[in-house]
Structure formats: C-alpha cells, structure tokens
C-alpha cells in the first residue's frame, strides 16, 4: 500500500495511510487526504482560503478517478463549497456525467447537504488585490483589461498550485484525486488541467496512476497525466514515463522549453513512484503502509530540450 502526493498533500497522507491500514478503499483514501488540505486556510492554491480569480470570486476545481473501471467524476467552477474533491466523487457515483460545472456543480453541494460559505479570506484577498494594483480595472470593459491579465494568470508562484494524491490500497486498486482553486486572478470560468480527465489526472489499474500540477493549459493540450500512463502501459519505468510526457511539452510550437512550468507525481501497477518537474526545487511526499510517516523528496529533473527523447534515450 501506498500513498503519493504533491509537497502540499503530506499534511492529508496521515489521514490516507490511516484508511489504507484498515482495509479502505484507494478512492476514499484519496479522498480524505484531499480534504484535509481543502480545508487548510494556509495553503492558497486549494479550497478554502484560495486565490480568487480577477473578479476576487474563489473558484474551486477537482477531479477523481479510480483504476479498476476507469470511472472519473469532476467539477469545475464551484463558487461557496470548500470540498470539490468530495463533490467530484458524488459526480462520478450519483450522476451520468463526468463533468459538471458552475451552478450545477453549486447544487450537487447543496443536495449533498454542504453549508454554503465565503472562501475568500483576508490573505487571499490582500495578494488579489495587491496584483490588480496598477495592473488592471476589473470594471473596465473586457477588451481594456483581458490582454493586461497574461502576466498575472501566468506569475509561477500564483499559478502552479494544485494538490495531486494517488493511492494504492492492499487489493492493488489505484486511484488518484487532483483539487485547486486554479491560478490566480484567472478569467472567470476558467478551468485548468485539474478537472479535466487525462490531463490533470488518470489512473488504470492494468498500468498505473499519474496527476499532474502547474501550467494547466500545457497539459490540457499535450494531455499529461494520460501521457504519463500510456508510457507505463508501453512498458517504460516510471521514471521513463514522467520523463517522455513532460518532454512531450516541448513540442508545443508556440511555447518556448524554458517557460514550461510542470510537474508529475505517478504510481505504477507494482506501487513503484516517481515525481518529476521542469523546474529545480520542487518536493513530494509518499508514505508506505511500512513507513512510521510520510517522507519528503526531490522531484526528478527532466531539462526540455525542444526534441522528443527516443526509447532508448528513456531507457538509459
């Protein structure tokens, strides 16, 4: 059994590592470590306390998917509902739908009988507006301001937040949970990868499990997580996979390697991990069920070079 998450995930892997010992499923293992930082009103990429988008409404994303059928339930621009990721799992459970988003997703919350509140806090608050501050006019027309708003939505330390859990429960099953509150001062309805079913997250018992954070709209294009995934169906270690779908973004023409700002935490079919980044400096944390407490680590490196790595690149 094992747990892997993004560096801020390690506060809910206790809470996951707990449920996996007692015989719970991966899913609600996911779930409950996912929640713990949805309600950390430190952490301002994620639930309650996150950053606002321009108009400083919170606008919360998240998804769930499970390996042994592949179901996946998510939401997307859910405003008063600090628990996305537990409104993503009633989704896929209760609903004939994948996605579900804005007021839909507000009345899945509501029926599952969640208390409505404002997630904005004052934190939150005083970056929002210290970035509008000679940027941008919320209340000018939308041709004035919207151009004006790549350098905010796209700020490394505003935008790459979102927390990223996979687990593996004793009967081998695989599922992985993604939540955020997306980038900061993002234009209203945006939604990034972490919602969206093969770039924020995927998981396939047969094979393994990957989620991804960062540049959302990288891996909605380049499809990540399910890249991540499909490299571990092919046979390639881990490791190799992360590697191959995070070169892959180097193929995107219209964005130079060095801008790409992403990272990948993954688990295959034989609980082995690995996490990987773009970017130097980055952790994860994993916990086994033989580990006393959950341990933090380096991410793997992988330089983009502009050039898709060959299999035998991959294999060195």
Request: glycine share 12%.
């Amino acid at each position: 059994m094992i747990v892997v998450a993004s560096a801020n995930g390690g506060v809910g892997i206790p809470q996951a590592m707990a449920i996996l010992r007692a015989g719970g499923s991966a899913l609600d293992a996911v779930e409950a470590a996912v929640r713990v930082v949805e309600d950390n009103p430190d952490d301002h990429t994620v639930g309650y306390g996150g950053y606002p988008n321009v108009l400083g409404e919170v606008e919360l994303d998240a998804s769930v998917m499970e390996g042994t059928t592949r179901r996946a339930g998510a939401v997307g621009a859910l405003r008063g509902y600090r628990h996305p990721v537990s409104v993503a799992r009633r989704v896929m459970e209760a609903l004939p739908h994948v996605l579900v988003v804005g007021d839909g997703a507000a009345r899945v919350a509501a029926e599952m009988g969640m208390v409505q509140e404002e997630l904005l806090t004052e934190p939150a608050r005083a970056t929002w507006r210290a970035g509008l501050e000679g940027t941008l006019d919320p209340s000018a027309p939308i041709a004035e301001w919207l151009p004006r708003m790549g350098r905010l939505a796209t700020d490394p330390e505003h935008v790459s937040g979102t927390v990223n859990v996979i687990a593996q429960d004793r009967d081998g099953h695989l599922a992985v949970a993604v939540s955020t509150s997306g980038a900061a001062w993002k234009f209203p309805g945006r939604l990034g990868d972490s919602p969206v079913i093969g770039a924020g997250n995927y998981a396939d018992d047969r094979y393994g499990a990957a989620a991804c954070t960062g540049w959302g709209e990288l891996s909605i294009r380049a499809g990540t997580a399910r890249q991540v995934v499909e490299g571990l169906r092919r046979g390639l270690a881990v490791e190799a996979a992360c590697t191959a779908a995070l070169q892959e973004l180097a193929g995107l023409g219209d964005i130079r390697p060095a801008d790409v700002l992403m990272h990948v935490v993954a688990v295959d079919r034989g609980g082995r991990h690995c996490a990987a980044t773009t970017r130097r400096g980055w952790q994860y944390v994993h916990q086994t069920d033989a580990m006393d407490a959950p341990c933090t680590g380096s991410r793997l490196v992988v330089e983009l070079t502009g050039s898709e790595p060959t299999e035998m690149d991959l294999a060195r």
